[in-house]
Structure formats: structure tokens, C-alpha cells
Nanobody, 125 residues
Framework: EVQLVESGGGLVQAGGSLRLSCAAS????????IAWFRQAPGKEREGIAC????????SYGDSAKGRFTLSTDNAKNTVYLQMNNLKPDDTAVYYC??????????????????WGQGTQVTVSS
């Protein structure tokens, strides 16, 4: 059974930083495409970043470029999202997702097959 468990969310002031974790079980993160998404109340789900296991590359959405960094610790089977210079507009529930060989979905930040339960990030002004 594939499980993705996010953690690290919380309340932070604008300009602050958070590091989200996505601990995986049932899969090896280095064999899967792993992505971060977020969804704010009343807004559509937004792709933040995705690392392709086949290509070895990471794609970032416009809102993440220059501020967020996706990294992987294969020994811990965990994927991280380092978020710096946070803004109130970053307030959302953040989800990690995974799929084996998602092909273009990862590069295009489209939804993947497996999902975690999400972690809330709130940025105060």
C-alpha cells in the first residue's frame, strides 16, 4: 500500500520559511515522480514542483520559482519542499503526490496518481 504523509506545515509570518516533508512508504521515492501541489480555499489546485525520476529534473510552477526548492532524501525515502520568503498568498493546504513514470504529467505539473492527506500552511501578513 502506497502512503504519502506530509508534515511541516504551520503558521509563519510573511517573509519567513518553512520546510515541508513528504514521507513515503510502499514506494521508493527515487523510482517515482514526486510532486507538490497546493490548494487554497475557493481556488483550484495548483502544481508547485515535480521531480522526474526518469529525467532527473525538477519542474517548478511560476509561483515557486526562486523561492521554493524540492529535494529528495533517498535514504529517508522522503521528499522535501523548502519554502522561503513566504507570502500571504502562499496560504493553502499543501499536498505531495506520486506516480511511477507519469511522463508529461510531472513536467506539466498535472495531478499524479497517489496523494497524501495534506498539511496546512498559513502565512500571516
Amino acid at each position: 500500500e502506497v502512503q504519502l504523509v506530509e508534515s511541516g506545515g504551520g503558521l509563519v509570518q510573511a517573509g519567513g520559511s518553512l520546510r515541508l516533508s513528504c514521507a513515503a512508504s510502499g514506494i521508493n521515492v527515487d523510482d517515482y515522480d514526486i510532486a507538490w501541489f497546493r490548494q487554497a480555499p475557493g481556488k483550484e489546485r495548483e502544481g508547485i514542483a515535480c521531480v522526474s525520476s526518469e529525467e532527473g529534473t525538477t519542474s517548478y510552477g511560476d509561483s515557486a520559482k526562486g523561492r521554493f526548492t524540492l529535494s529528495t532524501d533517498n535514504a529517508k525515502n522522503t521528499v522535501y519542499l523548502q519554502m522561503n520568503n513566504l507570502k500571504p498568498d502562499d496560504t493553502a493546504v499543501y499536498y505531495c503526490a506520486a506516480e511511477a513514470d507519469s511522463r508529461a504529467a510531472c513536467a506539466l505539473l498535472l495531478p499524479l496518481h497517489y496523494w497524501g492527506q495534506g498539511t496546512q500552511v498559513t502565512v500571516s501578513s
